[in-house]
């Protein structure tokens, strides 16, 4: 006997296919990993290929609730990873100086934004497009009184910790910054009340509000610059250059990014709702 509302039943079957998904590649990845570990020579500790990032996933620790992150940092570096038959490790990356931002004892890759990748040395570092794009969005209920960014002065917003936005909507524009875990956690707050608004990459938003659950959370402030996410490799790096290249012209060619975009809204829509009650199901 079902006991669930037919509509939670109807959200419990799609995303029953996404989280059984996730958990075989989960499984695969973290095989693999252990299978690469021993490959020498790839700039890192124990051979492993080090990739900077503006924010380290802290390791998953049993009994905890799975979370997606909120930056798809994590995700491209591993694709790079199997790319290159290499295991990988996150190491902290400041990118936010025009100078050069690696040395000969930082990471052999940096993801950041493009903004970041002049440098004012003659060995600049090559940057090449991840064909991701970075910008804030904000998203609301539809029957908010908010209506432009400057509005959220003195208002509650919620984010995700590792997020690119943290600070700077209050230092921008006044609001009240709430900070939780990860995204399902910021967007489980909004969607209880416990904020005005929630702020994430306006890529993964616009993909997590195609599903019929959000539509009642659709209301949205978006920014009309927007700054590609790039990978940052010493131009004397060839090896490391030429597989950067090879690897994202082939994730335009396959529409990689849309997929990986879509996959994560789902996870996150599916955590969102492991952790909402059934009686908001409605």
């Keep these: ?29 973290s095989g693999y990993v252990h299978a690469a570990t021993e490959v020498p ?19 998953f620790v049993g ?11 994590t995700a491209l570096a591993e694709a790079l990873a199997t790319r290159l038959a290499l295991a990988w490790q ?39 497009s991840t064909g991701y794009a970075l910008a804030p969005m904000a998203i609301m209920r539809t029957d908010t009184d908010i209506k432009s960014w400057e509005q959220l002065k003195n208002r509650s917003v919620c984010l995700a910790e590792g997020g690119r936005y943290v600070g700077s909507m209050a230092a921008r524009y006044g609001a009240k910054e709430m900070v939780y875990r990860a995204p399902a956690d910021a967007l489980l707050a909004l969607r209880i009340g416990e904020c005005d608004a929630a702020v994430h990459d306006e890529t993964m938003l616009k993909s997590l509000l195609k599903l019929p659950e959000w539509k009642k959370f659709s209301a949205q402030l978006v920014q009309k610059d ?57």
């Design 226 to 282: 927007k700054e590609p996410l790039v990978f940052l490799a010493d131009a004397g790096d060839e090896q490391m250059v030429s597989a950067l290249r090879q690897l994202t012209k082939e994730w335009k060619s396959s529409r990689h990014l849309a997929a990986l975009t879509k996959s994560r809204a789902n996870d996150i829509a599916f955590e969102v709702y492991l952790d909402q009650t059934v009686a908001d199901c409605h």
């Design 90 to 128: 996150a190491v902290p990356a400041q990118a936010d100086s025009k100078q050069a931002l690696m040395k000969a004892d930082e990471p052999r890759v940096v993801l950041a934004p493009a903004s970041t990748s002049v440098s004012a040395t003659a060995d600049a570092r090559v940057a090449i």
């Design 63 to 73: 009994g905890s609730k799975v979370r997606t992150p909120e930056a798809i940092d």
């Design 1 to 29: 006997m079902n006991i669930l509302p037919a509509c939670c039943r109807k959200l419990f079957s799609t995303f029953g296919l996404a989280m059984a998904t996730a958990a075989i590649s989960l499984t695969a990845m």
């Design 41 to 59: 020579g790839a700039g890192g500790t124990d051979g492993a290929l080090q990739v900077g990032m503006q924010y380290v996933v802290p390791p």
